[in-house]
């Protein structure tokens, strides 16, 4: 059975983050707001791209108190027209990009016999593409200010485990781990890291509205070498030191926070 955490979860501090310009695509809900929150809570300046409009600004209005209060972008991240033009409002307000979280994802089910060609360039544009479009454009900040950076791409235990249903989540997932690793060789001249964060089976509203029944979270227990649950917080604590500069020698690797997930 797992044991009842007694202590709420308190971030470390990472003095090297505040006022750092920090951007997190899909910070709107689920991961994205608790990355959100957590860097805002450092003191760090942050712009989050999301297409949930509504939940967007309730999250930036929860978070007005922040020394660098949260600013929201409506950004459909599918429309590479509508990407640019966000990273350039950010680059006319900011002067650059420090950070770049690219977190933004979907993992809609689907069967086999169903997908058809415009439903997997759908998938791959939404859970892919603007991953390396938005390096694209962080990269040209960072290399213009000439103070490096950090690219921070999230995947996914699922493809490392064979979840059914899932394969052309997985089939995005797996490619932003050699995404990484080539980013991170192209890059590391210009000082920018760049590494892939690997969450398991994070609870998070969505999951457990859609996904997360009882019995599937028996299964996962299972499956887990720790029998807690993974939160979202577990994952922003991994993201915050991968930014900050005690990960300073860390680029071109994964890292999981999945609590030892092996399958079940």
């Known amino acids: ?32 707001s608790e990355l959100v929150t957590a860097f805002a809570g450092q003191g760090a300046r942050v712009w989050f791209l999301d297409i ?9 209005e929860s978070l007005a108190g922040a020394i660098h209060p949260p600013r929201f972008v409506h950004c459909d991240l599918t429309d590479l027209g509508a990407l640019a033009a966000a990273f350039a409002g950010i680059e006319s307000e900011a002067g650059g990009v420090d950070i770049l979280l690219n977190n933004a994802a979907n993992d809609d089910r689907h069967e086999i016999d169903d997908v058809t060609p ?10 892919l593409r603007h991953q390396f479009f938005c390096a694209q454009s962080a990269v040209r900040m960072m290399r213009k200010n000439g103070k490096g950076g950090v690219i921070l791409n999230f995947g996914s235990i699922s493809w490392h485990l064979a979840s059914s249903q899932l394969s052309l989540y ?11 690793r080539g980013m991170a060789r192209d890059l590391g001249g210009d000082d920018i890291r760049v ?25 996962i227990l299972a499956g887990q070498c720790l029998r807690e649950r993974v939160e979202m917080q577990d994952v922003a604590a991994l993201s915050l030191f991968l930014a900050s500069n005690n990960a300073r020698r860390c680029s071109g690797r994964e890292y999981f926070v999945d609590a030892g997930w092996y399958g079940a």
Do not use: C
Not at 9 to 16: G, H, Q
Not at 52 to 60: D, T, W
Not at 118 to 127: D, H, I, L, P, S
């Open 170 to 180: 997985m089939t995005a997932k797996a490619a932003i781990e050699g995404l990484s």
């Open 1 to 32: 059975m797992p044991h009842t955490q007694q202590e709420p979860f308190v971030y470390a501090s990472y003095p090297d983050l505040a006022g750092k310009r920090v951007v997190i695509t899909g910070g709107g809900t689920g991961i994205g």
């Open 195 to 219: 590494n892939s964060v690997i969450p398991g089976a994070v609870r998070t509203p969505r999951q457990q509205a859609l996904w997360h029944t009882p019995e599937e979270e028996a299964r």
């Open 118 to 127: 415009e439903y997997w360039e759908n998938r791959m544009a939404v859970n």
């Open 52 to 60: 949930a409009a509504e939940a967007s600004r309730a999250l930036a």
